[in-house]
């Protein structure tokens, strides 16, 4: 698999004729870091939502991780996103459930034993510094803190993909600079592919990558 | 605090559903017992020159369950006084006989009257004392009472209904979120579903044994059976082979069916 992303002619909206992206183009390959920029209302999120199949392409064609957006079942959609770890503007936190069990989501899904699930839960909250917050419930986290946790979970099965979606955005320098370190890390140690949808590109992130630039719907590959 | 009263919600919507429908079998089954009760009081009298053979008659009206000769004895006693030893003797040998007929089941007007036409086409029969006027009165009585147990086990179940659907409404609010998030990291529709189903057929499995409890126990206390023999019904002892199964299968199904539904309208959002 030599390019983990491949669209070619893509067009996405939320309604069939009125692309909000239109013949977007792009081609990522394994281990890329890669950001997407753009202005507010520029159809960022929208290209990431297309990317995990929570909106699926009008017209145009879409592979991730090997996986033809054609005609795409449940099934084969729930087995991609177990493939994937996804960073939510909003976190998409449960409510009812502790930070370790948000954390540990993503295993239990996969299929994992309690044992290994708690383990690597504890390994990815002592990274994102959260470990003391174990047993709290989200709502009694601030942001910066639920962002951590959201971040933990999207790392927590060593996905061959992760999509942020606004990852350090409204979040306190300290937190920002923790969500950097561990998609840079991700991507350096675990060799995973980062797609970071953003306003900004931190500068200080001292790694190569590549950028698009989303403008009227359209995409540019900024060299 | 929240899970707390997300279980009772479950547990009472459960044991009302429950309760009701085993109510409406207790009721079901003292209102049966009654009529039971009204069959065995109420008899046909049959007057006949010959001797009636049971087989022959139920052979013509299956509708008959016993059929005993009343004796002329007493009535013979009674004219002792008044009438010599051989005229006395020459009334008891033309004297016809009387049989009383028990039924099996309460018919209603029309088949006693089909009944009795039966019975007058047998020749050695002279006279047929339906008393329609008595039966018909228990007969209303006794679908008074049946209509009663249907009226209430209708509300019962529109009652229920009502309750689940209130409840199919909160837990989709409650779970929408949860599953919805599920689904994004790629949980299949049953993984979505599980902790639900799990909650749920917990919760009414405990609702269902707290009913089986209740109609156990309740039918044996003193003061019950006071009261019950004060009415002159019987209280239905549980039965937990039966009933039981039938509760707890209950519970699940409704359990089960209520899941789906909600696990379906959030799999559409």
Redesign the interface.
């Known amino acids: 698999m030599e390019y983990v992303i491949k669209a070619s002619g893509l067009n996405i909206g939320y309604e069939r004729d009125e692309p909000v992206i239109t013949d977007a183009n792009m081609a990522i390959k394994a281990q890329e870091f890669v950001f997407i920029t753009g202005k507010s209302g520029s159809g960022k999120s929208t290209i990431i939502k297309s990317l995990y199949g929570e909106l699926l392409p009008n017209h145009g064609e879409l592979n991730v991780c090997g996986v033809d957006f054609r005609n795409i079942g449940s099934s084969k959609l729930n087995l991609l996103r177990r493939y994937l770890g996804v960073v939510f503007q909003d976190y998409k936190l449960i409510d009812e459930w502790t930070v370790e069990q948000n954390v540990m989501l993503p295993l239990i899904i996969g299929g994992f034993s309690k044992g290994v699930c708690i383990k690597q839960a504890h390994k990815l909250l002592k990274h994102v510094k959260l470990l003391h917050k174990i047993n709290k419930y989200p709502y009694e986290l601030s942001g910066g803190e639920q962002q951590r946790v959201a971040m933990a979970r999207a790392l927590a099965h060593n996905p061959i993909l992760i999509l942020a979606d606004e990852p350090t955005g409204n979040l306190d320098s300290y937190s920002s600079e923790v969500i950097w370190n561990l998609l840079k890390g991700a991507k350096e140690h675990l060799g995973t592919t980062v797609v970071v949808v953003t306003h900004n590109i931190p500068s200080t992130l001292g790694i190569d990558y590549k950028h698009y630039f989303l403008e009227g719907g359209v995409l540019h590959e900024v060299n | 605090m929240?899970?707390i009263s997300s279980h009772f919600s479950i547990f009472i919507s459960s044991f009302v559903l429950l309760f009701s429908f085993q109510f409406t079998n207790v009721i079901k089954s003292i209102v049966n017992d009654y009529a039971s009760k009204i069959v065995n009081d109420y008899a046909i009298v049959v007057v006949s020159s010959a001797e009636l053979k049971e087989e022959e008659l139920q052979k013509q009206i299956p509708e008959i369950e016993s059929i005993s000769e009343i004796s002329s004895k007493k009535i013979l006693d009674r004219l002792k006084n008044e009438m010599s030893s051989k005229n006395l003797a020459l009334l008891q040998v033309a004297l016809p006989k009387f049989y009383s007929l028990k039924l099996g089941s309460l018919p209603d007007k029309k088949r006693i009257e089909t009944i009795k036409q039966k019975l007058s086409t047998i020749t050695s029969i002279s006279r047929v004392e339906t008393f329609a006027k008595t039966h018909e009165k228990m007969f209303k009585m006794f679908l008074l009472l049946q209509a009663m147990v249907y009226i209430f086990t209708f509300f019962v179940a529109c009652i229920a209904v009502l309750l689940i659907l209130k409840q199919i409404r909160i837990w989709i609010y409650e779970h929408q979120?949860?599953m919805a998030?599920?689904?994004?990291?790629?949980?299949?529709f049953f993984?979505k579903s599980a902790m639900l189903y799990r909650m749920t057929l917990v919760d009414t499995l405990i609702s269902a044994l707290g009913v089986c409890a209740f109609y156990d126990i309740v039918p044996r206390l003193p003061l019950a059976q006071a009261y019950a023999a004060e009415l002159d019904v019987v209280l239905p002892s549980f039965d937990w082979l039966y009933e039981g199964s039938v509760l707890i299968g209950a519970s699940f199904v409704f359990a089960f069916i209520a899941v789906s539904i909600v696990a379906r309208k959030i799999g559409r959002v």
Not at chain 2, 181 to 188: E, N, Q, T
Request: hydrophobic fraction near 55%; glycine fraction near 8%; charged fraction near 25%.
């Open positions: 929240k899970s979120r949860r998030i599920m689904a994004l990291f790629g949980a299949s993984m």
